[in-house]
């Protein structure tokens, strides 16, 4: 499910006969429409994962990861533990944990928060950095699922990328045809 090339769409207005991969990103909508989008992906086979920290009319709060999880989505993307420990208890297990990788300091309280809090899925950004940082992360969580994000935007990136991680998540519409 997180493996491979993931389409981040950042459209609103994205059909899911223009998406090729199997597995999408929202990452943004507002309250009033998300719904009608994730039932559209569903119903052409896509598994839906919503980044909770960017749809307009929620908040970073249980009732959000109840509504997301009703809605059918398969799981959330998000930045914050608390929240992220929240859909997981809802069941929704393939959420991803978001680490913007700024410095050495963040890739080591990162590494911290994955191992004491059994992490199971990650997305980093800026994804062209996971080359250098996943191998890190494998050492001390081998079995965390990696999802490179941001900033990836040619076949020789991902090229570079696949060796390190489980899946590269991309707005980049030419790179979604890429076969993993």
Do not use: C
């Not at 494998?138 to 696949?162: C, F, N, Q, Y």
């Amino acid at each position: 499910m997180l493996k491979g090339i993931i389409a981040a769409l950042w459209n609103r207005k994205e059909r899911p006969e223009s998406v090729v991969p199997e597995t999408v990103f929202f990452l943004n909508g507002g309250l009033f429409e998300i719904q009608e989008r994730i039932d559209r992906f569903k119903a052409a086979g896509k598994k839906v994962f919503v980044d909770i920290d960017f749809v307009s009319g929620l908040s970073g709060d249980e009732d959000s990861v109840l509504y997301l999880k009703k809605s059918g989505v398969d799981g959330i993307i998000t930045a914050k533990l608390r929240i992220f420990k929240q859909a997981v208890n809802a069941g929704m297990h393939q959420s991803l944990l978001r680490f913007f990788v700024l410095d050495s300091r963040a890739v080591e309280k990162g590494i911290q928060t994955i191992v004491s809090n059994g992490v199971r899925n990650i997305e980093i950004l800026p994804g062209i950095v996971a080359a250098k940082v996943a191998p890190k992360i494998r050492v001390h969580a081998p079995e965390t699922t990696i999802v490179a994000a941001g900033l990836i935007d040619s076949v020789e990136e991902i090229e570079m990328l696949k060796n390190h991680v489980d899946g590269v998540s991309t707005s980049s519409t030419a790179l979604w045809t890429y076969r993993w």
